[in-house]
């Protein structure tokens, strides 16, 4: 899974984001989603259904102890999305992970999953901090920028400028990018 549209249009919506976050933790059934969640188990399987056309989740059946077979739904894939939205500067990025698979981490029992898992999360916590430091000043940068190129008089050294400084931000000129393919 790595078209980015698709999967923003899957976890637009709310429904889809909590059914996705019940699934995360054990594989649900639509009738105890339907329960959990407060929504009707048609409103569950639709979105269950759109999901694994999509490839966010599959399904699998199961023996039930206390009647029919049920249909499991899991996850099928792991990812990070990272939008950002600053001075000259919108990009999207999906970072797949792929499959989940089996645990790589040995730990020698709760206590210790426990504590790595806040080790984890404080590492994250500051890779966050650090991004959003670095793009502050980024930010800043560009506003100086983008202040030196408006004092240029000559509207094509501006332009040149501003080309220049897209292609550092990643911002590519969308016209320049039709001219490639034909």
Known sequence: MDDIDMLLSMVENPTRRRILEAIVREPHYPLQLSKELGISQQAVMKNLSLMEQNGLVVSYRETSK??????LYVPNTEF??????????????LISSGKPEGDETEVDGSEQALERLREIDSELDEMDRKRAELLRERNTVVSWLTGKIQETEDYEERKALYNKLDGMTGRADPSKEMEKEV
């Open 66 to 71: 206390i009647g029919p077979m049920r249909t």
């Open 80 to 93: 990070t999305l990272l939008i950002d939205m600053h001075n000259c500067m919108f990009t999207t990025r």
